[in-house]
């Protein structure tokens, strides 16, 4: 069935009702996006009309949050599910990064986590680029997608929309014979409180809208289509070659959500400025009144009798050396008392700030301080290795969140790349390599058959492990003072192979399969016990 105009309105009537049930989500993120650039104070007044200070202990709980997160930078490994395929996953374990760094995916998967950790939920856009005839990969605001009210998974939704801002001359450039001149006030789009002006007078919204529904032949298929005001720019149900196959072959949206903290019914979950932007509020009105006090502290105040005398302007004036004065001065003025602030208030300031840092798991020794007078770096890394687990499960949700997304890089090859491709591979010793490939490996192919029963055909499948690319400059020099205390405790000694080889069986840490190999190699140089000599027995 073809999409016709009645089709996109309906459409745009469905993305209305989504964006109304969406609206406190958007109103929360704008909101904590001005408590990251530490604006909040815009919305929280003083009594007396002054504005509240800002202090970094949020921020600065979540900039060590995404430096964690950007010291395990993720690299996948593609595994075959059947040994025939193995050649294949070898191939595509160095494909896919050369693809992902053609999109600058480190930057994108930056970029995530900067959202991830501000409003709860990161997500990736895995797309097919017909200009550009490649992979792109994208980072989404949340602000310009919207799904079904009350689904937890995103592809149990009956619709996605995903809509940007472009100018309004450029898509009449591209698209001739289109009507553009009305399309901007059909949806409006939430914006974030710019620094700067940003005038959107002359663009117009252009909806990506993805929605499953089932072909002939019964089988529930992912469509697409392109509008912008009234216009179609594209329909994948109107185009001969997806009409019945979908338009991504692997089914499914091509959106991936990375939550920080899950929360039900809804695909989308909540971020640290959510946990902790009471405590940071309540840290920012005590150092406002420790300022305030500060200054009456520092500028006293007088009480004068009227006619007394009392010059009252050169007084208040603190450039005057002289005040002129009539009469006897220490009956006409008296200073204002200021009584300083208790201590237990500066104490429970301190506490709230113990309180983020317990909430955020952004102790001392997470940014590399001492503790107690601990200094050795095995010692350090042990006590970051205990206080990092809240950043390992969410660093670890970032990897599942990532293994789909080089699923669906794995399936646009497979329904897309059928001319072969080069790919220039940077070896670990350096060298570069030129791979081509196609996707004729991945195709489905025929099973052989089992007892002359003909089982069908076969598509190669793979597996996805990820781990981390690289380790943090400070767990690396903690490694290599591990592998020196192995080394001064004698475990490489060949002689010791035997004893030194059940030891490191036992122990988990990275490089374990490399040490044990090399004992077991020093093994077979080792010289041969020599034999002990017969003591005699002089007791005859």
């Not at 995530?112 to 709860?120: R, S």
């Not at 592809?155 to 289109?178: I, K, W």
């Not at 001065?329 to 301190?350: H, K, N």
């Not at 943090?472 to 020099?477: D, G, K, V």
Request: one cysteine or more.
């Amino acid at each position: 069935m073809a999409i016709e105009l009645k089709d996109i309105r309906e459409a745009a009537a469905t993305l209305q009702r989504y964006k109304s049930a969406k609206a406190p989500l958007e109103n929360k993120i704008i909101e904590n996006e001005q408590w990251f650039k530490l604006r909040h104070w815009q919305h929280y007044k003083r009594e007396d009309g002054g504005k509240l200070p800002s202090s970094g202990w949020l921020f600065n709980s979540i900039l060590n949050k995404h430096a964690d997160a950007m010291d395990n930078y993720p690299e996948p490994a593609i595994l075959p599910c059947e040994e025939s395929d193995s050649e294949t996953a070898a191939v595509l374990s160095r494909i896919v990064p050369a693809i992902l760094e053609k999109n600058n995916y480190e930057q994108v998967y930056s970029d995530a986590w900067w959202y991830k950790l501000k409003h709860g939920t990161g997500v990736k856009g895995i797309f097919w680029d017909a200009q550009a005839d490649d992979i792109c990969v994208q980072r989404i605001d949340l602000l310009n997608l919207f799904w079904e009210p009350g689904v937890t998974d995103i592809q149990l939704s009956r619709h996605v929309f995903n809509v940007e801002l472009a100018d309004r001359d450029v898509l009449a450039a591209a698209y001739e014979g289109a009507d553009f001149s009305k399309a901007a006030a059909d949806i409006d789009i939430s914006k974030y409180i710019y620094d700067e002006s940003v005038d959107t007078a002359q663009k117009c919204a252009v909806v990506d809208w993805y929605y499953k529904k089932r072909n002939a032949a019964g089988r529930q298929v992912l469509h697409y289509c392109k509008f912008c005001g009234e216009n179609i720019l594209y329909a994948s149900e109107n185009d001969s070659r997806y009409a019945e196959s979908g338009y991504y072959n692997h089914g499914q949206y091509p959106f991936v959500f990375d939550v920080l903290y899950a929360v039900e019914g809804t695909p989308i979950g909540f971020g640290f400025i959510d946990v902790m932007k009471d405590a940071q509020e309540t840290i920012d009105e005590l150092d406002s009144n420790i300022q305030f006090n500060a200054r009456l502290l520092a500028k006293p105040r007088y009480l004068t009798k009227a006619g007394s005398g009392v010059n009252v302007a050169e007084l208040a004036d603190y450039t005057k050396d002289f005040v002129e004065v009539t009469g006897d001065p220490t009956t006409a003025v008296f200073q204002l008392p200021v009584q300083q602030l208790d201590a237990g208030i500066m104490d429970f300031r301190e506490r709230k700030i113990m309180e983020m840092k317990e909430i955020s798991g952004n102790r001392d020794f997470n940014q590399g301080g001492a503790v107690s007078g601990v200094t050795a770096a095995s010692a350090i890394s042990m006590l970051q290795e205990a206080g990092n687990k809240l950043s390992r499960d969410s660093i670890k949700a970032s990897y599942r969140a990532f293994a789909n997304e080089c699923r669906l890089v794995i399936e646009l090859i497979r329904q897309f790349y059928e001319e072969s491709r080069i790919f220039r591979i940077t070896e670990p010793n350096g060298s570069l390599r030129f791979l081509h490939f196609d996707n004729s490996a991945m195709r489905a192919r025929p099973t052989a058959p089992l007892m002359g029963v003909e089982l069908g055909v076969r598509e190669p499948a793979f597996d996805i492990k990820i781990s981390a690319q690289k380790q943090s400059p400070f767990n690396q020099i903690s490694h290599n003072q591990f592998v020196m205390e192995m080394f001064e405790k004698g475990l490489f000694n060949p002689v010791l192979a035997a004893q030194a080889s059940s030891a490191v069986a036992l122990m988990n840490f990275e490089g374990k399969d490399k040490m044990l190999h090399g004992i077991l190699a020093g093994s077979a140089l080792a010289p041969a016990a020599a034999p002990q000599a017969e003591v005699a027995d002089d007791r005859d």
